[in-house]
T-cell receptor
Framework: AQSVTQLGSHVSVSEGALVLLRCNYS??????LFWYVQYPNQGLQLLLK??????LVKGINGFEAEFKKSETSFHLTKPSAHMSDAAEYFC??????????FGTGTKLQVIP | DGGITQSPKYLFRKEGQNVTLSCEQN?????MYWYRQDPGQGLRLIYY???????QKGDIAEGYSVSREKKESFPLTVTSAQKNPTAFYLC????????????FGDGTRLSIL
């Protein structure tokens, strides 16, 4: 069985401030982890993925995430928020033969 | 450019009516998926298909049906048995069904008249 918990359904940051979106997962097999972004009335777009190897993963638009097995976490960060980062972000997990499980999403608001 | 096309963008259903949502991909992906998105609930899997002429129920298949007659196409029918169909529906595909990131269409928003 697998699950994803995203802490905070809404997060607000000031423009230029650090973005931190939290994701914790549960998986009985080595996980594959993903972050997606969704803009209003659009589909999801892959930001980054962790499969194996390097635990710090860099993605598009300046985002990165670190896989921490001991903490079962895969938090998404960006050093400096931009207005265009305002969107909803989804963490997802898969592994073995299980279908991907998505978190419930975190809406990021960027305040000018 | 390769991608996934969902149509229509907006759809309205009358009581007792079946409606079909279209999903076409030109990515040559084997696996395709249908998700339902409701505010605050994330994405819930309705049906998925790993290969042509085969598909499996997801977590919330009741009131929905699908077909996979061609690799490129995976239409979803919302039947009259689905009592609460108002939602945003997303189609996705992946090269295969094992741990690959998914590519998404832009969704269809279904509302009840």
């Amino acid at each position: 069985a697998q699950s994803v918990t995203q802490l905070g359904s809404h997060v607000s940051v000031s423009e230029g401030a650090l973005v931190l979106l939290r994701c914790n997962y549960s998986s009985s097999v080595p996980p594959y982890l993903f972050w997606y972004v969704q803009y209003p009335n659009q589909g999801l777009q892959l930001l980054l993925k962790y499969t194996t190897g390097a635990t710090l993963v860099k993605g598009i638009n300046g985002f990165e995430a670190e896989f921490k097995k001991s903490e079962t976490s895969f938090h998404l960060t960006k050093p400096s928020a931009h207005m265009s980062d305002a969107a909803e972000y989804f963490c997802a997990v898969s592994g073995g033969y299980q279908k991907v499980t998505f978190g419930t999403g975190t809406k990021l608001q960027v305040i000018p | 450019d390769g991608g996934i096309t969902q149509s229509p963008k907006y759809l309205f259903r009358k009581e007792g009516q079946n409606v079909t949502l279209s999903c076409e991909q030109n990515l040559n992906h084997d696996a395709m998926y249908w998700y339902r998105q409701d505010p605050g609930q994330g994405l819930r899997l309705i049906y998925y298909s790993q290969i042509v002429n085969d598909f499996q129920k997801g977590d919330i298949a009741e009131g929905y049906s699908v077909s996979r007659e061609k690799k490129e196409s995976f239409p979803l029918t919302v039947t009259s048995a689905q009592k609460n169909p108002t939602a945003f529906y997303l189609c996705a595909s992946s090269p295969d069904s094992n741990n690959q990131p998914q590519h998404f269409g832009d969704g269809t928003r279904l509302s009840i008249l």
